[in-house]
């Protein structure tokens, strides 16, 4: 079977190795790259590339040489799955110029115009008849319920999914069973390169950081500042570079283009494209817009497109509706859709990449979607003050009757939710245990001497009767 097509950044690594058929140390690469990659960076593109056989390694540590490996000449023979993923006449033009040598590719920097021609909410990359089709495709049972409650109950799958997918983009070898094992159990796959299991603990941080807190998925600054620090920790060659952003020039490997190198420009241009996109109305557009923008600009010194595949995201978590988790997208049709970002600030290649790899992340969550449970409402609105109430009446040593939820219930309950919550608070210390005690903050230890200090009666909440049920 053939290899896959390689990224730009790692055929021309594999170029530069196989100038040197004795074999080349890590230093002599990194000269010979200029300042277009860091040395952390050659450092997880040469593992991945050693792990999948495209190179050889000989020795260790400082005396690690690379070696052309004997099979390198088929290294770019494309493979039947990124022939067939369905490309319009547009995007096929943009490959075709992208795949050229780059001597037959012209030069380009930043157009501050390719910017300025897009109006949010006037100007659309995806037309009216496509967003309609994403959003039904799209649409979950969570549709009507506070922001982030669909991603929330497909969580665990989604951490995996996400995680493995967008690393794969960046060339990380990790299979998907390994994936879910490091997330799962903490358990790092043998022979991975430590880079390779960082970057996949820092997807399932940040993926963590938008779903958990519902305030975190909005288009701010801060937030893609944060998530470019969850995403980039430790993977950086100056940790400072970490949730900040670039104070140097940067060039893009395999690529004619140049991005903006002024600090203050970059700032400038951050803050715009950040407000532009959070003036978009519809979440389709406004994560495509992301997709096409923040990885243009550069706004760091790396890891700008894991950034903008999970700010993507955020759209989709705040409307609830399915994520984009990028599972089975080809490396090199995405490399290829960026390029023709980048050099000919055209978008119908990667927009035929973002409509496929949603539709197939759609595909891969109808079933999970099916299954999820319609969500009780009430729990929801009033989640954070159950959690309060439930550990409060635990620590007071008390035991768990209306009289002590009403004592200690936070004003944040309204007046017509009180009795449905109070009841819903007796539910909870009826299947209260050490096991599920951690979702209120309770210890084990706590549970235990709150459980002590009462009866057996005491300890038991009064069975609710058949119509006060509470609800859900």
């Known amino acids: 079977m053939p290899h896959a097509t390689l990224p730009p950044e790692l055929a021309l690594l594999v170029e530069r190795i196989a100038e040197h058929p004795d074999g080349v140390g890590i230093d002599t690469l990194l000269h010979g790259l200029g300042d277009s990659v860091q040395r952390r960076t050659l450092q997880r593109r040469l593992a991945s590339l050693v792990a999948q056989g495209r190179i050889s390694k000989t020795g260790q540590a400082r005396a690690a040489r690379y070696l052309p490996a004997p099979s390198s000449g088929a290294a770019m023979a494309p493979t039947p799955a990124e022939i067939d993923l369905p490309t319009s006449p547009e995007g096929r033009d943009i490959r075709a110029y992208v795949r050229q040598a780059r001597q037959f590719r012209q030069p380009v920097g930043y157009r501050v115009a390719f910017l300025e021609q897009y109006q949010?909410?006037?100007?659309?990359?995806?037309?009216?008849?496509?967003?309609?089709?994403?959003?039904?495709?799209?649409?979950?049972?969570?549709?009507?319920?506070?922001?982030?409650?669909?991603?929330?109950?497909?969580?665990?799958?989604?951490?995996?999914?996400?995680?493995?997918?967008?690393?794969?983009?960046?060339?990380?070898?990790?299979?998907?069973?390994?994936?879910?094992?490091?997330?799962?159990?903490?358990?790092?796959?043998?022979?991975?390169?430590?880079?390779?299991?960082?970057?996949?603990?820092?997807?399932?941080?940040?993926?963590?950081y938008l779903v958990h807190d519902p305030d975190h998925a909005r288009l701010t600054p801060d937030t893609l500042v944060a998530l470019h620090a969850l995403l980039s920790d430790g993977l950086m060659a100056?940790?400072?570079?970490?949730?900040?952003?670039?104070?140097?020039?940067?060039?893009?490997?395999?690529?004619?283009?140049?991005?903006?190198?002024?600090?203050?420009?970059?700032?400038?241009?951050?803050?715009?494209?950040?407000?532009?996109?959070?003036?978009?109305?519809?979440?389709?557009?406004?994560?495509?817009?992301?997709?096409?923008?923040?990885?243009y600009l550069q706004p760091f010194e790396?890891?700008?497109?894991?950034?903008?595949r999970l700010a993507a995201n955020i759209p989709f978590i705040r409307e609830n509706l399915c994520p984009l988790s990028f599972l089975d997208v080809p490396a090199q049709a995405y490399v290829d859709a960026v390029l023709g970002v980048?050099?000919?600030?055209?978008?119908?290649?990667?927009?035929?990449?973002?409509?496929?790899?949603?539709?197939?992340?759609?595909?891969?969550?109808?079933?999970?979607?099916?299954?999820?449970?319609v969500p009780d409402l009430l729990r929801l609105r009033h989640r954070r003050a159950l959690g309060e109430v439930v550990a409060a009446i635990v620590r007071s040593g008390e035991a768990a009757t209306e009289g002590a939820v009403h004592r200690v219930m936070p004003a944040s309950v309204p007046e017509a939710d009180r009795g449905a919550f109070v009841r819903l608070v007796l539910a909870e210390f009826g299947a209260l245990h050490p096991g599920n005690a951690v979702r209120f903050g309770i210890r084990p230890l706590e549970l235990a001497a709150w459980q002590s200090t009462l009866s057996p009666a005491a300890a038991s909440p009064p069975r609710t009767p058949p119509d006060c049920a509470p609800p859900g």
């Open 120 to 208: 949010p909410n006037r100007t659309a990359y995806l037309p009216p008849a496509l967003r309609a089709q994403l959003h039904a495709l799209g649409r979950s049972p969570a549709e009507q319920t506070p922001a982030g409650t669909f991603a929330r109950d497909i969580l665990q799958r989604l951490l995996i999914d996400l995680s493995w997918a967008s690393s794969q983009l960046e060339g990380n070898t990790y299979s998907r069973l390994d994936t879910e094992r490091l997330i799962a159990h903490g358990q790092a796959a043998e022979g991975k390169d430590a880079l390779e299991t960082q970057m996949i603990l820092n997807h399932k941080q940040a993926i963590e």
């Open 238 to 295: 100056d940790p400072s570079a970490c949730g900040r952003l670039r104070w140097r020039a940067v060039e893009i490997g395999g690529s004619v283009y140049l991005p903006i190198a002024v600090p203050q420009r970059v700032e400038e241009l951050f803050g715009i494209v950040v407000q532009m996109a959070a003036e978009i109305v519809d979440p389709f557009e406004q994560a495509f817009f992301l997709m096409v923008h923040l990885p």
């Open 302 to 308: 790396d890891v700008n497109k894991r950034v903008s």
């Open 342 to 373: 980048y050099e000919l600030n055209r978008v119908e290649l990667l927009r035929d990449v973002f409509v496929w790899a949603y539709a197939r992340s759609c595909q891969q969550y109808v079933a999970v979607q099916q299954n999820v449970v």
